[in-house]
């Protein structure tokens, strides 16, 4: 496609779309674009997932609408209808391929672009529903808000202290046990009576502190990955996306198995066949033995500091529990919120926990600091 010689901009990706490859493409007044308004995060975000690195999404709708003008940009937000129309963000692709057809903006007829999916044999008739729910949104929108707004109020993300306890002692003893579990459901028991007491009405210490913990005591081991993918979910998921038949590879890194590149001296990632997953299956199994003398992988590095971490945050909601009050229930949540920073594998989630333990020790100053308070002293009567 030459210079400004586009007729239809399909932007599943709106910054692949701001490429120079692209965006040169894009002629004003001629070229119409059907975006997906939702930015994906870019690599860089993934390394470093500050709020100040996510893709700008607003100026980034502007960019694209300099480019083609405002009459001739459709976006929509096709990440969410695809999660909660289909169940899964890959629909978004045949959604919007729905969205264009409809709208007159491809020379090809819809009988034509559906028999194409059904040829290509793949999720048939979960792309078809797919590209069908992309000609709703083109023709009349407030028709989905019929089922969007009733799932919108039944969603099951946890929101409140109880459910999101619940949900994460669920998860919890599938990672390990019910044990392991109520260590979990005690000590946030023990937050949320110290935040109670207050007398505020304020739960924001308690969810922060829910969510935190149950992030450290379920780090992404060797045996987590293998539960994961030895799941009759996985397999049910790998189902429902492609046709059978296909062969599975892993691009795996365990630290006794890979070691690092002499340069840089990060793990380098090794492939493996479709029969890693009968390891998957034993390697499952054998989570009880996590964090004994007899877990051979725990003694790793990382393993180590993952464990840790646990016991580092649990003195840590000691230490609230122990002092709080109503004048440090501020410092108290952004102290209770610091594993949320704690992202990533190896080299670049030992480099987010320095900087999480330095940041708990500056807050820790700041919470045993006495509040201040002014005094006055009453002048004698007469």
């Known amino acids: 496609v030459g210079r400004g010689e586009a007729d239809l901009v399909l932007a599943f990706d709106l910054l692949a779309a701001l490429l120079p490859e692209a965006s040169g493409a894009i002629g004003t007044g001629r070229s119409v674009l059907v975006g997906n308004s939702s930015v994906a995060p870019t690599a860089f975000f993934q390394i470093e997932p500050k709020d100040a690195n996510r893709p ?3 100026l980034i709708h502007e960019r694209v609408a300099g480019l083609v003008g405002e009459e001739s940009t459709h976006l929509i937000n096709g990440t969410q209808l695809a999660r909660e129309l289909c169940g899964d963000t890959v629909a978004v692709n045949l959604m919007m391929l729905g969205f264009a057809a409809q709208k007159g903006l491809l020379p090809i007829s819809m009988a034509a672009l559906l028999k194409a999916v059904e040829i290509n044999g793949v999720a048939v008739a979960f792309n078809q529903r797919a590209f069908n729910l992309g000609r709703v949104v083109a023709h009349d929108p407030s028709r989905l808000d019929a089922v969007l707004l009733p799932r919108a109020g039944e969603s099951s993300i946890p929101r409140t202290v109880e459910e999101i306890v619940a949900h994460r002692a669920s998860h919890l003893t599938a990672y390990q046990d019910a044990a392991w579990a109520e260590r979990y459901r005690a000590r946030i028991a023990r937050v949320q009576e110290a935040e109670a007491a ?33 799941s009759p979910a996985f397999k049910t998921a790998l189902l429902e ?41 034993w390697l499952a199994k054998a989570k009880r033995v996590r964090g004994t003398a007899l877990d051979v992988m725990g003694y790793t590095e990382e393993r180590r500091m993952e464990r840790a971490l646990i016991s580092e945050y649990e003195a840590v909601l000691d230490r609230i529990t122990a002092g709080l009050t109503q004048d440090k229930l501020d410092t108290a949540i952004m102290m209770a919120d610091v594993p949320d920073d704690i992202r990533g594998f190896g080299h670049v989630k030992a480099r987010n926990v320095e900087t999480a333990r330095a940041k708990w020790v500056e807050l820790d100053s700041a919470f045993s600091r006495e509040a201040k308070t002014e005094t006055k002293t009453a002048e004698p009567i007469g």
């Not at 992404?220 to 293998?226: G, L």
């Not at 296909?246 to 493996?272: H, Q």
């Open 241 to 281: 996306q492609f046709e059978d038949g296909g062969k599975l590879s892993f691009n795996l890194a365990p630290p006794i198995l890979c070691r690092p590149d002499p340069e840089t001296g990060v793990a380098t990632k090794r492939r493996f066949g479709p029969w890693v997953l009968k390891v998957f299956g």
């Open 56 to 58: 700008p999404e607003r």
């Open 198 to 230: 207050l007398g505020t009405g304020s739960t924001a210490l308690t969810e922060s502190a829910a969510r935190s913990l149950a992030k450290l005591m379920s780090y992404k081991d060797e045996y987590e990955v293998a539960r994961l993918y030895s």
